[in-house]
């Protein structure tokens, strides 16, 4: 059973550009969250997801951040008009059914915005 | 003050020694996570907790609702075990995760 995957690993992108990042969950998982870890700072709740649901957006920043986790294939989450503040790790983790289950994280997408 | 504090932030060890390591918070809770994170930067998680003490290995973690801490020991260390150990609570009111900022363990053989 494949663990939680993110692609890309890495991601360099210039200020204004714009970034996809991928989080396919572990088999049979449902709900789907994202996290940024600033450099030096701990991780930061983003978004909750399931499936062609936003559950809670909260963490997210107000411009330029969207989350979807569609039917069919990975969740993305997506920043448009990057700049350098944005460079970070986003993990991504995902949990079967039931909200209180322990979640399991992907390897994370560090981006860095030049 | 951070809902969530890890103490020490750093902490290095010979191998073999008992390894304590603190998380205290301030919101009310329905679980409490210890997570590892290792240099390349992938999180595993270690315990979910919502009450006693738990042990895998030469790990054990323990929570005092009452008190609002919980402790991640490791017997025996490793320097296998050097990593970002993160505790991150899941709060009551908003079904959300709050992490702490990391104990950096670094042992040494």
């Known amino acids: 059973n494949a663990g939680v995957m993110q692609n890309p690993r890495h991601l360099v992108r210039r200020r204004g550009q714009e970034a996809r990042l991928r989080c396919s969950p572990m088999?049979?998982?449902?709900?789907v969250y994202w996290y940024r870890q600033l450099p030096e700072e701990g991780l930061k709740f983003m978004v909750y997801?399931?499936?062609?649901?936003?559950?809670?957006e909260s963490g997210m920043p107000k411009e330029r951040f969207s989350a979807e986790f569609p039917k069919e294939g990975p969740s993305i989450l997506r920043i448009q008009q990057v700049v350098r503040g944005d460079s970070a790790a986003y993990f991504c983790?995902?949990?079967?059914?039931?909200?209180?289950?322990?979640?399991?994280f992907g390897p994370g997408t560090r981006l860095t915005v030049l | 003050k951070n809902e969530v504090e890890q103490s020490p932030q750093n902490l290095t060890a010979q191998e073999g020694e008992f390894i304590t390591i603190n998380c205290s918070y301030s919101?009310?809770?329905?679980?409490l996570h210890w997570l590892q994170q290792h240099p390349g930067g992938g999180i595993v998680s270690l315990f979910m907790?919502?009450?006693g003490k738990k042990k895998h290995g030469r790990l054990i973690a323990t929570i005092n609702i009452q008190e609002k801490h919980s402790s991640l020991h490791i017997t025996a260390s490793h320097p296998r075990d050097s990593a970002v150990y993160i505790c991150?609570?899941?709060?009551?009111?908003?079904?959300?995760?709050?992490f702490g900022t990391g104990t950096r363990l670094q042992v040494f053989p």
């Open positions: 919101v009310g809770i329905s679980a």
């Open positions: 983790a995902s949990s079967p059914l039931f909200l209180t289950d322990t979640q399991y």
């Open positions: 997801l399931q499936k062609e649901n936003i559950i809670d």
């Open positions: 088999k049979g998982h449902s709900h």
């Open positions: 991150a609570v899941r709060s009551r009111n908003t079904d959300k995760l709050i």
């Open positions: 907790l919502s009450s």
